[in-house]
């Protein structure tokens, strides 16, 4: 059984290269099903969940070959075959296949993505999308079918800016007849970047990032090259690692517009941000203040964010609170780092955090991907050795996060442990 231990109190100091975006690389992975012409993404994040994405392709007969960090896509002999319902289930954002697969078939039938440990994670919002396309919706079985003719362009009015709804009806959108314009949509940097990728493509995209989106239909998409937006969620994670073993680091490959909301909070917790070009320099040997935060869509406070910004607030003296808006189930992190002494009461959406003078190493498990980020922070921090099981939710979305850490001199491995 592979686990993390790490032994707690080494300041990080040294320089770390963020990866490209999980988050952006995975939809633009599924809009490659556009297009019969080879794509191949530059500097893609070798992660599970990139890895995953791409057997469900696989498993409809894209040709997709991976040779160091590029991933090349040859979508020319795609099936419209059922995608492997085990892949399906195992990473939500495969249901992300959805728009594109109704878009270049006209039909579809795919497992129902289900919930995970964070929400139930609904997909009612995608399904109005497709429907005001054009297309008929059959739900049974634990499937989700898609049929029509020819999808056409509508107006469409998210009842809430989700991120994956807007990515799949804009990919959806793309070569319907027409013009789609798709109100109160998500906003965050991922779909901005899926945009651009689709536009480098010949697609007719505007509005991306703001919270009005217009797409008029075209007749085909061209194969191309593509560099993702770099992970603003990696990026925020070695900050808040840095912040919290009062360490000074540079963080180098960031975007400084989509960690605005990140660097505003760290900000005013205390910490010293300095920007050099496309990195920025975090400094934590400073006081730190107890404060509020509440997640929202983006430009909010990102709720990726949220676990991590638990583990930073359990170690600031005084009362925090933070407030989950967008998840239901986010904070099962808090009873891991309760374990490590953490004083953290949860009341529905809030948990009211108190600081401690210090975590305490233990055992614990990480319950989803960013709670394994979160226990990973605390264990940097932590008084003596913190073994964290269950790795492989940390795994679905940071590239080698022990040997970027190590080399920042945190006392940090992978180790095989036996039951
Ligand atoms: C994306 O998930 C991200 N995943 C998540 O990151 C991220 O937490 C989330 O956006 C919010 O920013 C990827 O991009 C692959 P949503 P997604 O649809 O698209 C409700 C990580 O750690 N909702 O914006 O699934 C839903 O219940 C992951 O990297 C509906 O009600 O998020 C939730 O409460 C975790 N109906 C809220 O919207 C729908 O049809 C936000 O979900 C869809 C969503």
Known sequence: ?????????????????????????LPIIAASILCKEICVIEKAPMLEDVFVICDVLKSINSNITIEEDEI????SN???????????????????????MISRFGRFKISLPGGCNIGTRPIDLHLKGFS????????????????????????????????????????????????????NAAGEPEIQDLANFLNSMGAKISGAGTDTI???????????????????????????????????????????????????????????????????????????????????????????MQAQMMSLLCTVPGTSVITETIFENRFMHAGELKRMGGNIKIDGRCAVIEGVDIFTGCEVKATDLRAGAALIIAALAAEGCTKIG???????????????????GADIERVDIEE
């Open 1 to 25: 059984m592979k686990k993390i231990l790490v032994k707690g109190g080494k300041k990080l100091n040294g320089e770390v290269n963020i990866s490209s975006a999980k988050n952006a690389v």
């Open 72 to 75: 090349l896509i040859n979508n």
């Open 78 to 100: 795609l099936i419209n075959g059922e995608p492997d319902s085990e892949l399906v289930r195992k990473m939500r954002a495969s249901f992300l296949i959805m728009g594109p």
């Open 132 to 183: 005001a396309l054009g297309a008929e919706i059959n739900l049974g079985h634990g499937y989700v079918e898609a049929f029509t003719n020819k999808l056409v362009g509508n107006k469409i009015y998210l009842d809430f800016p989700s991120v994956g709804a807007t990515e799949n009806i804009m990919m959806a959108a793309v070569l319907a007849e027409g013009e789609t314009i798709l109100e």
């Open 214 to 304: 217009k797409i008029v239909g075209v007749k085909e998409l061209k194969g191309i090259r593509y560099k993702p937006i770099p992970d603003r969620i990696e990026a925020g994670t070695f900050m808040a690692a840095a912040a919290i073993t009062r360490g000074k680091i540079k963080i180098n490959r960031v975007n400084e517009e989509h960690l605005k909301p990140i660097i505003a909070k760290l900000t005013e917790i205390g910490i010293s941000m300095e920007k050099r070009g496309d990195s920025i320099i975090v400094d934590g040997n400073s006081e730190f203040r107890p404060v509020d935060i509440k997640t929202m869509p983006y430009p909010g406070f990102p709720t990726d």
């Open 390 to 408: 269950d790795i492989y939710h940390i795994d679905r979305g940071y590239v080698n996060i022990e040997e970027k850490l190590k080399k920042l």
